[in-house]
């Protein structure tokens, strides 16, 4: 069976271009003109390939590094071996990102997975949609009446483009995913298997039968959001469901109509966000996050993996727990637990 590489480095990065790119200057002897090959860990990074390295965890990989070069914070920066090069700053890991995206612009964002230039065949693109110049579908995609797809942007194979929706330049939709009832400003990217637009889950309860609510919103997501595989986002009751510019959403999230969403929050995978709760900017939600609804989370806070909250959060608080707390809270609450648990059990053996 062959190995095939998925993805490959544009190369033409010099170790002096790497240097410039992050804003700190070569050590006295170093090369600028060796060529750049490529990135990888710190454990198989060869001679031509960068590496980076912040955690404590790794210092033993990172004295056996064999790599040109090495992304490093100052408190790791003597542990970089002879022969490879400490390029020192403060967030090698953002630096890290930022050459990952000039060595492998392809991975930035998922592309047509047929090689399609133009509409590909077996693509079903209504008479009535809006396409600019530079959009790539793959088989098996639909784009319904009104639709309108901007330039630069990728519809994926079998991808439903329902009618009306508006996608604007240089996105990404991914394959089998689904946008209704929704307005995508530019550099949206959106993985396979989402769902975008579909009803919110509305019913007035009652001892006869639970009447459905009909669901007369939309999604608005903008600019340079990021949504993950099999995301579900509904539309809204009768208010707009809003996804901020900049939030980035994991796999496997359920955010309910009528939600709103600040600029550059993050949603981990498995967060569940109940209907009308408002989300300010710069959120962070930890995996297996549930939010009852009707709730507001400030601005900045921070919510622990696997909390359920169900009251409104101050802004910049850090929560967590079920029900979430703050922090100092529910750790005092932990250590109690414990205590009385570590009790309980020598009071038993002092009963034998």
């Given at each position: ?7 490959t480095p544009q190369g033409g990065l ?175 990217i959106v993985h396979p298997g989402a ?158």
């Amino acid at each position: 069976m062959s190995d095939p590489i998925f993805i490959t480095p544009q190369g033409g990065l010099s170790l002096g271009d790497v240097a410039g790119a992050c804003g700190v200057s070569l050590p006295e002897g170093a090369d600028p003109s060796r060529p750049v090959t490529g990135a990888a860990p710190l454990e198989s990074a060869g001679p031509s390939e960068i590496a980076y390295m912040d955690n404590a965890r790794y210092g033993e990989a990172l004295s056996a590094t064999r790599a040109l070069a090495c992304l490093v914070s100052p408190r790791f920066a003597a542990r970089v071996p002879e022969g490879t090069v400490a390029l020192v700053l403060r967030d090698p890991y953002r630096a890290y990102a930022g050459l990952l995206a000039r060595l492998y612009g392809e991975a930035m964002r998922p592309g047509s997975l047929f090689a399609a230039a133009g509409i590909s065949p077996g693509a079903h693109i209504h008479p009535q949609a809006r396409l600019e110049d530079d959009v790539r579908i793959d088989p098996g995609a639909v784009v319904g009446p009104g639709a309108e797809i901007g330039s630069g942007s990728v519809i994926g194979p079998n991808a439903v483009i329902g009618p009306n929706v508006r996608i604007g330049r240089d996105c990404s939709i991914g394959a089998g995913s689904t946008l209704t009832h929704a307005l995508v400003g530019n550099r949206v990217i959106v993985h396979p298997g989402a769902r975008i637009g579909q009803d919110g889950f509305g019913f007035a309860m009652g001892p006869g039968g639970h009447l459905k609510v009909p669901q007369i919103g939309r999604v608005i997501v903008q600019d340079d959001v990021e949504i993950g595989a099999n995301t579900t986002i509904d539309r809204g009751a009768s208010r707009d469901t809003v996804i901020g510019e900049g939030t980035k959403i994991d796999n496997l999230v359920q955010i309910a109509h009528n939600v709103v969403i600040g600029r550059h929050c993050v949603i981990v995978s498995g967060v569940g966000i109940s209907g009308s709760t408002t989300l300010e900017d710069y959120v962070v939600l930890g995996g297996q996050v549930g939010v009852v609804g009707h709730l507001r989370i400030g601005m900045g806070s921070q919510i622990a993996g696997s909390s359920n909250v169900n009251r409104d959060v101050p802004p910049g608080s850090r929560w967590g727990g079920t029900p979430a707390k703050p922090v100092r809270a529910w750790f005092r609450e932990l250590t109690t637990l414990a205590r009385l648990a570590e009790r309980s059990g020598s009071d038993s053996k002092d009963e034998k």
